[in-house]
């Protein structure tokens, strides 16, 4: 039996309005440090605690290949007094934050696949984070794209939720239960980052993605993704974790502590994950009948540039150019699942018909999701 036959018809970003430079977040930071060791100063003398060691423009980019990133909130991340994002809450009768995040980028992606919200069958929410337990973002989001029928749910497989996403929608598609479904990413990593923490506070930025995928026989679209294939890979670990959850308030000792935000362990991350995925790359490739020499491009998620650039160069036997594997994080930063797609909205448009490339993501686990396409 053919299988139904699947394209990615529209893509939308949604971007906030306010950045923040190496340089200010630098700025800010220090100024934390030399707060924090003024107070503690006795402790730092008598042993019981360590000095906080500042932080400097040259040493974020060299480490990660950020520059900047955009925040739903500057001043709030910038407080050494704060160091947290001031992002009011909205009464249940609001559109939520997240929600409208989402909604900004589908009619984007909508516009882009010559959609209307009437032609879509389910909402996928896929993203690290979600703003609260129930209900799910996404019949919230369906509900304000004035959508009168279909179904949606939330999905969170942090850095690879957006792959994720994509291989649930073209199941859902190729089984019949959907014939259009969008994919929507919308991240708030501001919320969950440890702004005061050396080795992680320049990592994340916020953005939303999405993603309309439909039956190719139905799209009208002039630019088309037909996916040719799909695969997912989860091993655990806890090299990268959050513990922030509902369960914090039985245990009050618990309240407020560093484990409940995003941590890593940075270099463990990097030797166990980027020969996973340059082995998942190959390896998928290869069982649709494809050499490196087929990808014309690499649309990779975007948490580190020296993870990336060691993947493509283990995948294609060579160090790879910005046109191979496109580079956004040095204006995005990490933006968890929504990074590799921000890649392949930005970078898609000068391939030709017939021309072949891979969206990978890849993050805590570990879980990687490959997704490859052709241009129709």
Known sequence: MTQQAVVISGTGLWTPQETITNEELVASFNRYVELYNERHAAEIEAGRLQ?????????????????????????????????????????????????????????????????????????????????????????????????????????????????????????????????????????????????????????????????????????????????????????????????FGFLNRADESGVGARDKLFRQEGRKVFKDVCPMVAEQISGHIADLGMTAEDLRRMWLHQANLGMNEFIARRVLGRPATREDAPVILDEYANTSSAGSIIAFHKYNQDMKAGERGVICSFGAGYSIGSVVVEKR
């Open 51 to 243: 000095a906080l060691q500042p932080s400097s423009a040259e040493f974020i980019e060299k480490a990660s290949g950020i520059r900047q990133r955009y925040v739903l909130n500057k001043d709030g991340v910038l407080d050494p007094e704060r160091m947290a994002p001031r992002i009011a809450e909205r009464s249940d009768e609001e559109m939520s934050v997240q929600a409208e995040m989402g909604v900004k980028a589908i009619r984007q992606a909508l516009d882009n696949a010559g959609r209307t919200p009437a032609d879509v069958d389910a909402v996928l929410v896929a993203c690290s984070n979600m703003q609260r337990a129930y209900p799910a973002m996404a019949i919230e989001i369906q509900h304000y794209l004035g959508m009168e029928r279909g179904w949606g749910y939330d999905m969170n497989v942090a850095c690879s939720a957006a792959t994720f996403g994509l291989q649930a929608a073209v199941d859902a598609i190729r089984t019949g239960s959907a014939r259009c479904v969008v994919v929507v990413n919308p991240e708030i990593c501001s919320a969950h980052l440890a702004w005061e923490d050396r080795d992680c506070h320049f990592i994340f930025g916020d953005v939303a993605t999405a993603l309309v995928l439909e039956a190719k026989d139905a799209a009208t679209s002039d630019n088309q993704w037909e996916v040719l294939g799909t695969r997912l890979q989860t091993k655990f670990s806890n090299n990268i974790r959050n513990n």
